[in-house]
Nanobody
Framework: QVQLVESGGGLVQAGGSLRLSCTAS????????MAWFRQAPGKEREFVADISRTSGTYYADSVKGRFTISRDNAKNTVYLQMNSLKPENTAVYYCAATMGIPTTMTRTYYYWGQGTQVTVSS
């Protein structure tokens, strides 16, 4: 059983930056591929970025070049550095974990955090 807790969300002006963190419980964090998703009001949850067990990364086109996903297995933590934020990035951001191959689909991920709100003002 893995429990995921996100932190680092908040209110930021357009063009600003935030770094989200997701800390996992348990000794087997390095066995999991991790991902970030987001969900805006009235919209479906959408893929943002993922990172494999070997730290290979993949990004949604909409965030490529602005967001960076990374992991620190010693701290059981995955990060999402978000730069050049835009109002359309406003959403609840969720981290997720899978023991399988990471994909862009929510059904790949068995474990989910409760989310952290990111609000970008114009």
């Amino acid at each position: 059983q893995v429990q995921l807790v996100e932190s680092g969300g908040g209110l930021v002006q357009a063009g600003g930056s935030l770094r989200l963190s997701c800390t996992a419980s348990g000794p087997t964090f390095s066995s999991y591929a991790m991902a970030w998703f987001r969900q805006a009001p009235g919209k479906e949850r959408e893929f943002v970025a993922d990172i494999s067990r070997t730290s290979g990364t993949y990004y949604a086109d909409s965030v490529k070049g602005r967001f960076t996903i990374s992991r620190d297995n010693a701290k059981n933590t995955v990060y999402l550095q978000m730069n050049s934020l835009k109002p359309e990035n406003t959403a609840v951001y969720y981290c997720a974990a899978t023991m399988g191959i990471p994909t862009t689909m929510t059904r790949t991920y068995y474990y989910w955090g409760q989310g952290t709100q990111v609000t970008v003002s114009s």
